[in-house]
């Protein structure tokens, strides 16, 4: 069956530019989330929903971050005036609910900011 | 704080079991404990998960002490295609929204 889909997968932008993220979740799945993975660190968490509400924003980085999510598929992450510490790959995971229930991952997107 | 303490690294021989260590000494009742690994230059993958018991499924084994303050997952047979890190993850239900990933074992299978 279809996994996560993640798009686009690669993304180079200049300094300053806004870019705009977006994830497919597994059909069904009423959860998803956000997470980056800088290079050479661990995966951090940013965001995520429980249908159309983010109950969760904490690891959004600043301000210039935000997400939404409509009809409880797709989602979509922004990034504002993008720095240089704003490129990692942003992944996007889903799953039945926010139980126990695991999360599924798609690929990432790999942000570059020249 | 880290809630699981993995070695860095380690090595397993093609065809051979690769038995991973976790310690979470202060997993509660209600925390489960997970298994992920990342390929190179792809996403998580999820691999299994468990409470209190052993958990057997088509990739792996889970192994959960008694006490429940370490686990093992066992690759019964290595292949190549399983080099990748691998996470262990201890999530309840204060923090159902999210996993927590700490730096993981690197696991290099070799021919």
């Known amino acids: 069956g279809a996994g996560v889909s993640q798009s686009p997968s690669n993304k180079v932008t200049e300094k300053g530019k806004d870019v705009e993220l977006r994830c497919d979740p597994i059909s069904g799945h009423t959860a998803l989330y956000w997470y980056r993975q800088s290079l050479g660190q661990g995966l951090e968490f940013l965001i995520y929903?429980?249908?159309?509400?983010?109950?969760?924003k904490s690891g959004l980085p600043s301000d210039r971050f935000s997400a939404e999510r409509t009809g409880g598929s797709v989602s979509t992450l922004t990034i504002q005036r993008t720095q240089q510490e704003d490129s990692a790959v942003y992944l996007c995971a889903s799953s039945y609910g926010t139980g126990w229930q695991p999360q599924h991952f798609g690929d990432g997107t790999r942000l570059s900011i020249l | 704080d880290a809630k699981t303490t993995q070695p860095p690294s380690m090595d397993c021989a093609e065809g051979r079991a690769a038995n991973l260590p976790c310690n979470h000494s202060?997993?509660?009742?209600?925390?489960?404990v997970y298994w992920y690994r990342q390929i190179h230059s792809q996403g998580p993958q999820y691999i299994i998960h468990g409470l209190k018991n052993n958990e057997t499924n088509e990739m792996a084994s889970l192994i959960i002490t008694e006490d429940r303050k370490s686990s093992t997952l066992i690759l019964p047979h290595a292949t190549l295609r399983d080099t990748a890190v691998y996470y262990c993850?201890?999530?309840?239900?204060?923090?159902?929204?999210?996993?927590?990933f700490g730096s993981g074992t690197q696991v290099v299978v070799t021919p």
């Open positions: 202060t997993i509660s009742g209600n925390e489960y």
């Open positions: 993850i201890v999530r309840g239900t204060d923090s159902w929204g999210k996993l927590q």
């Open positions: 929903f429980q249908g159309n509400s983010a109950p969760d």
